[in-house]
Each structure stands twice: as structure tokens, then as C-alpha cells.
């Protein structure tokens, strides 16, 4: 396998040496001379399309928090994301307040591309200003010169980020190259969970009362209830989903997981499923599992992953399922459909379950900041244009920031009672506008700019089952939050090649117990134990460890 930093420093060394005077600048003629292949590509859009609602960059800026004095530039995005930016009425507010204009261009609309493009912009030597792209490419371009350091701006120029950087050391580290230089800033991402959700009208004509579950043991049995009341129905499973049916680990007490002193599982690329076949909770989740499958209560065919997404939804809404521990936006959808199968169609939200001892047990969520989504600067770009990039972002770190690219303008899209905001505007009707139209949305894992997040008004603008149910559950005692980790490209090379067969090895081992194709005792589960062990197990571990201790130097 090749090694990608020699692969990247060829591109730069390439990229340096075909420099020419008509690189792209603040004015983004670089914009013209994108690639052929790209998507889109030459199509150069301003976020605030009315100009009379937009001051000049000449103009004073009369935004609280913003320290800049207004100006232009330009930024290649993948072009889903600009269409979401062109129809945000925060955002066009922000233009208007800072007087910053960023002609967006657009570029493919799949994103993974989008980072192929960036590779061949640099080649080119037709990047825009500033640009997204991944960390490792960040790091990797920005130590060739291909990439502002963002430390010197940050420290002269954005207070806001600075004080942001001070107050979380684990992202100051987590973005610091290893040459102390900051190359790329990473947005920050909802660290949200899967839900426990379930049919109540199921439930309640089965007489199974949802605040008696509290336990795993509890869970089991209600499903046992729910399989002898709906036992008339063909093919009816109470407990469905679609994927991998291993995903039961937070119920069990065996998530993968990581810190400065341990790495127990599969952590590399496998943040929010990731399991530990070594964590005492792990024959007990298998065992339960193969209890489930033999007495009927889980769907077999979803075990045998012969159950697509398609036959998981349908057997929801047809009453053939009433339980699913999905993603967390999936119980309102469901909803939205199944009164046109069962006009008594009630999708609620369970709460997660403690252990034996009565201690809530943890639902792993991703990391706090998206590794594919880092801004970066182009070093062609003229310091005056830097200064005004960075102090854009800048004031999204601000309170006045924070505040209208969360909640918008106050009277408007929020109102305050009793010290708390509160959404004047409605969800579902916003998010009902077509493309093209504005509103007011802040969703806040779509990549908009770089900033903060605020949590509580995430939750807040959504459907009212998904609100109640994040606000309630998606807090410290409920969750284990993924950490961000940066691989060396070694790392990442082994733990590919390792986790490829491996992690499918452990997978098929699971199921083969689950379905009894495997007697289940503890001999044979010490022997697959060892075989794990001996296919890779142990040095994936290792190498996650390392990966975590060299990116938060302990």
C-alpha cells in the first residue's frame, strides 16, 4: 500500500513548483479554473443572494462580537452544503451584520469527492481561499506550505476562537499538528445516541407497561408479552431493525471503548457500534440474544442479514414489529407514515436501561468534532483575505454568534421566557419549504461554518417525540461520548487491514452463537476468545492506544 504523506508531498512539491502569479486571491479567479471532472464546478454563488439586504465590505460592521471590518472571499464546498448555507435566513443575517460575503463554489455533490477535488486544486494551483477537506489533508498540505497556520491569525486576529482553543485543550490538541502549527478547524458535531423506540398502541392493547422496564431481564420480558399477544400474526417479531443486529453492546455493558491507560475493542472506525467481546457483559449479550432468536422475539432473517432496510421499515408499519433501537430522528418518521397503515399508530421513545445495581447503563454516541469537515485557509490567499476568513469564523464563537446561528434573531425565529429561549417558528413547517425558499433551520449537523454547538437548541428545533425524548436522554449520566482520534498513517494502514477480516471474523463468531450453528458454553467462547486474540484482536487494541496517547500526549 502506498503511503499517503509521500503521496500528498509529491502532489504540493508538484503544486509549489507549477505556482504561477495567477493564483487564486482574495478576488477567487481561481474559482474559474477548477476541474473538468467537478461536478457544478465554475459555479460561484454569494450565501446572501438579495443585495439590498447585504452591506458592502466597506461598511462598519454593527455586529456584537464581530472584530473584522467586512470583505470578501471565496470557498469551495460540496454543493449540498451551499445549497443548505443559500437558504438559511441566520445566515444571510450574519453577511448583513458582519458585511463578510463568501462566494461560494460549488462543487461535486458527493462529498467524498470533494476531497479529491481539493487534492486536485492544490495540484492545479486553482484553490479558492479557503476551502473544506479532511484533517489528515489539512495536516498534511498545510506542514508543504499549501495551508495557512491558523495559530498566528487565531492569536491576532479572533479572540472568540482563541478563548474557545483555552477553554478545550482537547481540541486545541486534537487540531495542532505535530509541527505546534494549527493548519485546519474542525466543526463541532452533534454527539447524539440511537433511541429504544417502540409501538405504545402495541404495548398498550398487549398490556405491557413501558415504565416497568428498567432492566434487560424487563426488556426480555416484555417482549415475550408482546409475542404471545400478536401471536396470530404472521411473521411477527416484536424486536426488528435493519444492519447489523450487533448493536445491542450498550445494554450490556460491553461497548468498545478508550483512554489514556486502556483501549478495549473495536474503536478504529467503529465509534458508535463498536463492541468488546472481552468486557464482562459480552457472553451475557450473546447468550440473551440467542434467547431472544430461539423463542421468536427478534426477527431471524435480521440475524441472518438477509433483513434490508426496505423489509425493516415495512414490517414496522405493517404491525409484523413493535420494538427498534435506531437512530435517533427514525420514531418521528415512522410516525409520519404509519397512520396510513393503523390509524391507532403511536411510534414512542423508551428510556435506556440500567444495570443490575441500578446504574443507567451508557449509549455510545460519534465524536464531539466531524475529522472529515475541517476549514483550512489557502496560503495563496492575501493575509488581508485570511484576516477576514478568520474573523468571520471568528464571530461565530462569539455570544451574538452562537446566539443567531442557533436560535436566529430574537421577536423572529425565538423569544425568551423566564431566561430560556424558545422557537417561535415551527420545525416541521420550515423544513417543509422547498429548496430554494428561505427559512429559518438550525440543524445543526449539516456543515454550515465553523462553530460551537449548542445542544439544547439543537434538540430544541425538531420534532416534538425526537425533542422531549434528546433533551430527557441524551445527557452525561445516558451517553459515552465517542473521542476523537488522530492515526498516524501507519496506524491506519494496520488497523485497515487488521479490522477488514477481523472485525467480520468476530461478527460471524457472534452470530454463529446467536443461531445456535454454534453450541454457546464457556469453553467454546474462551476458544473464540483466543482465536480473536490471535487473528488481531490484541494488536488493534495496541494500536488504538498508541493512536489515543500520541493525540492527547499522554
Given at each position: 500500500?502506498?503511503?499517503?504523506?509521500?503521496?500528498?508531498?509529491?502532489?504540493?512539491?508538484?503544486?509549489?513548483?507549477?505556482?504561477?502569479?495567477?493564483?487564486?486571491?482574495?478576488?477567487?479567479?481561481g474559482?474559474?479554473?477548477?476541474?473538468?471532472?467537478?461536478?457544478g464546478?465554475?459555479?460561484?454563488?454569494?450565501?446572501?443572494?438579495?443585495?439590498?439586504?447585504?452591506?458592502?465590505g466597506?461598511?462598519?460592521?454593527?455586529?456584537?462580537?464581530?472584530?473584522?471590518?467586512?470583505?470578501?472571499?471565496?470557498?469551495?464546498?460540496?454543493?449540498?452544503?451551499?445549497?443548505?448555507?443559500?437558504?438559511?435566513?441566520?445566515?444571510?443575517?450574519?453577511?448583513?451584520?458582519?458585511?463578510?460575503?463568501v462566494?461560494?463554489?460549488?462543487?461535486t455533490?458527493v462529498?467524498?469527492?470533494?476531497?479529491t477535488?481539493?487534492?486536485?486544486?492544490?495540484?492545479?494551483?486553482?484553490?479558492?481561499?479557503?476551502?473544506?477537506?479532511?484533517?489528515d489533508?489539512?495536516?498534511?498540505?498545510?506542514?508543504?506550505?499549501?495551508f495557512?497556520?491558523?495559530k498566528?491569525?487565531?492569536?491576532?486576529?479572533?479572540?472568540?476562537?482563541?478563548?474557545?482553543?483555552?477553554?478545550?485543550?482537547?481540541?486545541?490538541?486534537?487540531?495542532?499538528?505535530?509541527?505546534?502549527?494549527?493548519?485546519?478547524?474542525?466543526?463541532?458535531?452533534?454527539?447524539?445516541?440511537?433511541?429504544?423506540?417502540?409501538?405504545?398502541?402495541?404495548?398498550?392493547?398487549?398490556?405491557?407497561?413501558?415504565?416497568?422496564?428498567?432492566?434487560?431481564d424487563?426488556?426480555?420480558?416484555a417482549?415475550?408479552?408482546?409475542?404471545?399477544?400478536?401471536?396470530?400474526?404472521?411473521?411477527?417479531y416484536?424486536?426488528?431493525?435493519?444492519?447489523?443486529?450487533?448493536?445491542?453492546?450498550?445494554?450490556?455493558?460491553?461497548?468498545?471503548?478508550i483512554?489514556a491507560?486502556?483501549?478495549?475493542?473495536?474503536?478504529?472506525?467503529?465509534?458508535?457500534?463498536?463492541?468488546?467481546i472481552?468486557?464482562?457483559?459480552?457472553?451475557?449479550?450473546?447468550?440473551?440474544m440467542?434467547?431472544?432468536?430461539?423463542?421468536?422475539?427478534?426477527?431471524?432473517?435480521w440475524i441472518?442479514?438477509?433483513?434490508?432496510?426496505?423489509?425493516?421499515?415495512?414490517?414496522?408499519?405493517?404491525?409484523?414489529?413493535?420494538?427498534?433501537?435506531?437512530?435517533?430522528?427514525?420514531?418521528?418518521?415512522?410516525?409520519?407514515?404509519?397512520k396510513?397503515?393503523?390509524?391507532?399508530?403511536?411510534?414512542?421513545i423508551?428510556?435506556?436501561?440500567?444495570?443490575?445495581?441500578?446504574?443507567p447503563?451508557?449509549?455510545?454516541?460519534?465524536?464531539?468534532?466531524?475529522?472529515?469537515?475541517?476549514?483550512?485557509i489557502?496560503?495563496?490567499?492575501?493575509?488581508?483575505?485570511?484576516?477576514?476568513?478568520?474573523?468571520?469564523?471568528?464571530?461565530f464563537?462569539?455570544?451574538?454568534?452562537?446566539?443567531?446561528?442557533?436560535?436566529?434573531?430574537?421577536?423572529?425565529?425565538?423569544?425568551?421566557?423566564?431566561?430560556?429561549?424558545?422557537?417561535?417558528?415551527?420545525?416541521?413547517?420550515?423544513?417543509?419549504?422547498?429548496?430554494?425558499?428561505?427559512?429559518?433551520?438550525?440543524?445543526s449537523?449539516?456543515?454550515?461554518?465553523?462553530?460551537?454547538?449548542?445542544?439544547?437548541?439543537?434538540?430544541?428545533f425538531?420534532?416534538?417525540?425526537?425533542?422531549?425524548?434528546?433533551?430527557?436522554?441524551?445527557?452525561?449520566?445516558?451517553?459515552?461520548?465517542?473521542?476523537?482520534?488522530?492515526?498516524?498513517?501507519?496506524?491506519?494502514?494496520?488497523?485497515?487491514?487488521?479490522?477488514?477480516?477481523?472485525k467480520?471474523?468476530?461478527?460471524?463468531?457472534?452470530?454463529?452463537?446467536?443461531?445456535?450453528?454454534?453450541?454457546?458454553?464457556?469453553?467454546?467462547?474462551?476458544?473464540f476468545?483466543d482465536?480473536?486474540?490471535?487473528?488481531?484482536?490484541?494488536?488493534?487494541?495496541?494500536?488504538?492506544?498508541?493512536?489515543?496517547?500520541?493525540?492527547?500526549?499522554?
Amino acid at each position: 500500500m502506498r503511503n499517503k504523506k509521500k503521496v500528498i508531498s509529491i502532489i504540493v512539491a508538484l503544486a509549489m513548483t507549477a505556482a504561477s502569479l495567477t493564483a487564486c486571491g482574495s478576488g477567487g479567479k481561481g474559482a474559474e479554473s477548477a476541474p473538468a471532472a467537478a461536478e457544478g464546478t465554475g459555479n460561484t454563488t454569494a450565501a446572501s443572494t438579495e443585495a439590498e439586504s447585504s452591506t458592502t465590505g466597506s461598511e462598519e460592521s454593527d455586529a456584537d462580537g464581530y472584530v473584522g471590518s467586512g470583505g470578501t472571499y471565496t470557498m469551495y464546498l460540496h454543493s449540498t452544503f451551499v445549497d443548505w448555507i443559500n437558504d438559511l435566513e441566520w445566515y444571510k443575517e450574519a453577511e448583513k451584520r458582519t458585511g463578510v460575503t463568501v462566494e461560494y463554489q460549488k462543487g461535486t455533490s458527493v462529498e467524498n469527492d470533494v476531497y479529491t477535488e481539493v487534492d486536485q486544486m492544490v495540484l492545479s494551483n486553482t484553490l479558492t481561499d479557503s476551502t473544506m477537506c479532511k484533517q489528515d489533508q489539512a495536516n498534511i498540505y498545510g506542514a508543504q506550505g499549501a495551508f495557512y497556520d491558523l495559530k498566528p491569525l487565531i492569536d491576532e486576529y479572533a479572540p472568540h476562537i482563541k478563548a474557545y482553543l483555552d477553554a478545550n485543550p482537547d481540541y486545541e490538541s486534537l487540531v495542532t499538528n505535530e509541527d505546534g502549527s494549527i493548519y485546519g478547524l474542525l466543526v463541532e458535531g452533534i454527539q447524539k445516541g440511537s433511541f429504544i423506540f417502540y409501538r405504545q398502541d402495541h404495548f398498550d392493547k398487549a398490556g405491557v407497561d413501558v415504565s416497568g422496564i428498567k432492566t434487560v431481564d424487563d426488556f426480555t420480558e416484555a417482549l415475550r408479552t408482546l409475542k404471545a399477544y400478536y401471536k396470530d400474526v404472521p411473521n411477527y417479531y416484536p424486536l426488528n431493525g435493519r444492519e447489523t443486529p450487533l448493536r445491542f453492546q450498550s445494554l450490556f455493558n460491553c461497548n468498545s471503548n478508550i483512554s489514556a491507560e486502556e483501549s478495549n475493542g473495536f474503536y478504529y472506525n467503529n465509534v458508535e457500534l463498536g463492541y468488546d467481546i472481552h468486557a464482562d457483559g459480552a457472553y451475557t449479550m450473546v447468550e440473551t440474544m440467542k434467547k431472544w432468536y430461539d423463542e421468536g422475539l427478534i426477527n431471524p432473517e435480521w440475524i441472518a442479514g438477509a433483513f434490508s432496510e426496505g423489509d425493516w421499515e415495512a414490517a414496522m408499519w405493517e404491525g409484523r414489529g413493535s420494538i427498534s433501537f435506531d437512530f435517533y430522528t427514525r420514531p418521528a418518521a415512522f410516525n409520519l407514515e404509519g397512520k396510513n397503515y393503523d390509524p391507532d399508530y403511536n411510534m414512542a421513545i423508551m428510556d435506556f436501561f440500567n444495570d443490575t445495581d441500578g446504574n443507567p447503563m451508557k449509549v455510545q454516541t460519534d465524536t464531539r468534532y466531524n475529522q472529515k469537515r475541517a476549514t483550512v485557509i489557502n496560503a495563496k490567499a492575501s493575509e488581508e483575505t485570511a484576516k477576514t476568513i478568520i474573523q468571520f469564523i471568528d464571530y461565530f464563537y462569539s455570544d451574538e454568534g452562537q446566539t443567531l446561528a442557533n436560535w436566529g434573531v430574537e421577536g423572529i425565529s425565538y423569544e425568551e421566557k423566564d431566561g430560556q429561549k424558545e422557537y417561535i417558528v415551527s420545525y416541521d413547517e420550515e423544513l417543509a419549504k422547498p429548496d430554494g425558499e428561505m427559512e429559518w433551520s438550525f440543524l445543526s449537523d449539516r456543515f454550515t461554518i465553523c462553530k460551537p454547538l449548542d445542544t439544547t437548541a439543537f434538540y430544541s428545533f425538531n420534532s416534538e417525540i425526537v425533542k422531549d425524548a434528546a433533551l430527557k436522554l441524551f445527557t452525561d449520566e445516558h451517553l459515552q461520548y465517542g473521542i476523537n482520534i488522530i492515526y498516524s498513517d501507519e496506524q491506519s494502514e494496520e488497523l485497515a487491514t487488521l479490522t477488514a477480516s477481523l472485525k467480520d471474523s468476530c461478527d460471524a463468531g457472534i452470530i454463529a452463537f446467536i443461531r445456535g450453528t454454534k453450541e454457546l458454553n464457556e469453553d467454546n467462547w474462551k476458544a473464540f476468545l483466543d482465536e480473536m486474540d490471535a487473528a488481531g484482536y490484541t494488536r488493534m487494541e495496541e494500536l488504538q492506544l498508541a493512536a489515543y496517547q500520541n493525540t492527547y500526549n499522554d
